[in-house]
C-alpha cells in the first residue's frame, strides 16, 4: 500500500507510487536499503536482470513498529518539532508524505469561510456597540 517508505543509513525516502520507488533504488543499494509500506509491512527488494523489484505482493511481515521509530527519529526533518513520538504511525506518515511533496499546511476552505464569517460578525457586533 503506497506511499513507499525507503530507509537506507538513516535517511528515509517516501515515494507515493511502487514504480517511483522502484527507479529510485540502484541494484547495488538494495542489499543495504529496507523499505515499508504506508502500514508498516516491510516490502520485499530484489535484482532481477540488473534491475530493482519491489514486490509488494510477497511482503507483509508486519513492522510497523521499526517504521514508526525511524520516522519519529528524522521527525526534525520534516518540521516535526512538537513531541513527533506521542504521533501515530498514519500522523506520522501523512507528514512525510505532505513534506515529499512541498504541500504546505494551508488551513481548508471550511477554516478559511468559518474564520471571515467570525471577522465579519465581529466587526457587526463593533458598529452596534459603537
Same mark, same amino acid.
Given at each position: 500500500? *503506497? *506511499?513507499? #517508505? #525507503?530507509?537506507?543509513?538513516? $535517511? =528515509?525516502? $517516501? #515515494?507515493?507510487?511502487?514504480?517511483?520507488? =522502484? !527507479? +529510485? $533504488?540502484? *541494484?547495488?543499494?538494495?542489499?543495504?536499503? !529496507? %523499505?515499508?509500506? %504506508?502500514?508498516? !509491512?516491510? =516490502? =520485499?527488494?530484489? @535484482?532481477?536482470?540488473? !534491475?530493482?523489484v519491489l514486490d509488494v505482493g510477497g511482503s507483509g511481515s508486519p513492522r510497523a513498529d521499526? &517504521?514508526? +521509530?525511524?520516522?519519529v527519529a528524522r521527525a526534525e526533518e520534516v518540521g516535526l518539532t512538537a513531541s /513527533? +513520538?506521542?504521533?501515530?504511525? /498514519?500522523? &506520522?506518515v501523512d507528514a512525510f508524505v505532505r513534506a515529499s511533496t512541498g504541500e504546505d499546511l494551508r488551513p481548508s476552505p471550511f477554516v478559511l469561510v468559518l474564520g471571515l464569517a467570525l471577522l465579519v460578525l465581529g466587526v457587526i457586533v %463593533? @458598529?452596534?456597540?459603537w
Open positions: 500500500m *503506497p *506511499p513507499i #517508505f #525507503f530507509i537506507e543509513d538513516d $535517511v =528515509v525516502g $517516501v #515515494f507515493p507510487t511502487v514504480e517511483q520507488a =522502484v !527507479r +529510485s $533504488v540502484d *541494484p547495488t543499494d538494495v542489499a543495504t536499503t !529496507r %523499505a515499508y509500506d %504506508a502500514e508498516g !509491512r516491510q =516490502v =520485499v527488494l530484489r @535484482v532481477e536482470e540488473d !534491475r530493482t521499526e &517504521l514508526r +521509530s525511524h520516522l /513527533p +513520538s506521542t504521533l501515530s504511525l /498514519p500522523e &506520522l %463593533a @458598529v452596534l456597540l
